[in-house]
């Protein structure tokens, strides 16, 4: 059955002028009044737009997910973090796929705030001055996942930097010294800053010294065809490299199918290291070496710490979590 | 700048009431007027609660999404088809994740209620009476993607039993008599009714005189891992298998994986077809052959006909969509 305003003014015994002030909190009754037929549309469950149940609590008990790309398997991985603690307490979750586009970036923030949302989790986006103007405006909860920023936003993420230095040194001590990186999209980072992974890349590099070359290093973006293309971009210019570093899994894994198209056997021609840890990993044939960055974990923290404030609405501080490398059959010693 | 209801009847010179009224549907207003105070409401792009707008036009420009698991391949692919489409109209797009599970279904059909979303789309989900009942309720275009209903919903989808007939004709004619399948879990589908994709196999082995056995099946979930840990089962109980048909391509990544990690060369030792042709197939070691079903194509058709029905209200037909056997390297003849 459906109840319309008429039925909420009748069984409050007010006028529907009346339930329609409060709907749109526009004063003019007592807090007595407004009680009385908050609590006959709790009991109805009336709702003429979707807004009166967040009135008369002012929680909607509904999150919403920025990401940049739904076909990553990072992302889906941290959804599954974000929602996994979200269904532990109760609260629906709404995910908008931005292309890491700056207009349908905007448009989903607007819509998210119309559709009155308690929190919000931006996944892997570079915070532009233009969302962080918005989403104060919003004056919900917003949390940053795997991303960093200047603008006072709380984040969940890992030391791009030292992780990458971390995978580079574990190839250099299996003996690794011709050594090719398959990196991401240059301008997908921060505009006039370093990318972090490439330059712990070439810190580790220098600490062992080993001599950097440019030509050692491929920008694509971050797809498996990036890691496809990349290797034969890479091995047509250097052909005697013994080991690859990758950016991320996905690129690793492109690497992984092109070496085999190729009839280069990995690791015994060629070793390979991916970056996140990805679940598609170790299904991969052979298994894939990777830095793991706790990606799981990051998205449940940044879940948590979203709901933190949302409850509470107390000052909460930024989080950067470890890595450790996984050993898997893809890199052998050199 | 943000207005409130006071400067919108300011404007428009009329009550607040009036405004009130007109929001809430309620009459007791001239057209023109309320004409009047929907264009002060557009110019100022005035929204109390989210919700003016949508009366305005009647349209929210935003489409539903459920999905029943957001780190499968395939209903990644689906999203991205589904939002190309979207997006292309102007439409924004809320993803929501119900995991398969009734009592969450329920309460984000609700939610998507609430936000009066403009269309609906249900991904390879079951359509239980529940569901319908209130569907109905909602009153707004729903179409069913890669699933069938009794219930008068119109749906696109393949016809699986036919994929699967001609996915074990293609093994059978590459020679393989010992053919295993695993299959996705029994309990996924419409309870007392046969499973589609085993109907297909039995059938494809009986009209070439090759007997069956049930043994031959193994049944997991849908996951990598199902494929991994069925391969196991199935060649401990019949080691001279030398064709796997799986039941999906994340079953038959499984396994290759399994394949790999056993030291059984694929397709030298032991040939794999899989089911949907995601696009990871091309990138695994050997490159997955399987049977596409177009599913790209089926998100598409799927989102184009809601929306179809959303701009015209008109009657819509029921989609099967037709399949084909992809080739790559993981069959060969016997």
Known sequence: MTYT?????????????TVSRILNDQ?????????????????????????ARGLTNKRTDTIGVL????????????????????HKIGSSVIVCHTESHGIKTMKYLQLLHEKRIDGLILASTLLKKEYYDYIVKMRVPVVLLS???????????????????????YLIQKGHKDIGM???????????????RVEGFKSALSDYNIPFYESYIEYGKFSIDDGVTGLKHLLNRVPDLTAIFAENDEIGM???????????????????IGMDDISLCKFMSPPLTSVSLSHNEMAEKAA????????SATEVSNCILDHQIIERLSVRSQ
Chains 1, 2 share one sequence.
């Open 5 to 17: 305003i008429k039925d909420v003014a009748q069984r409050a015994n007010v006028s529907t002028a």
């Open 27 to 51: 004063g003019g009754y007592s807090e007595k009044t407004k009680r009385k037929v908050l609590n006959v549309i709790q009991e109805l469950d009336y709702y003429p737009s979707g807004i």
């Open 67 to 86: 990401v940049p790309n739904l076909t990553s398997s990072l992302i889906t991985e941290f959804l599954n973090g974000i929602e996994s603690v979200a």
């Open 147 to 169: 991303a960093y920023s200047e603008f006072p936003v709380p984040y969940v993420t890992a030391n791009d930097y030292e992780a990458a230095y971390t995978g580079t040194k």
């Open 182 to 196: 398959i990196s991401g999209n240059k301008e997908e980072w921060i505009a006039g800053n370093l990318i972090p």
């Open 254 to 272: 492109g690497v992984l199918s092109a070496a085999y198209n190729l009839g280069i056997k990995v690791p015994e021609k060629l070793s390979v």
């Open 304 to 311: 948590n710490l979203m709901f933190k404030m949302i409850n």
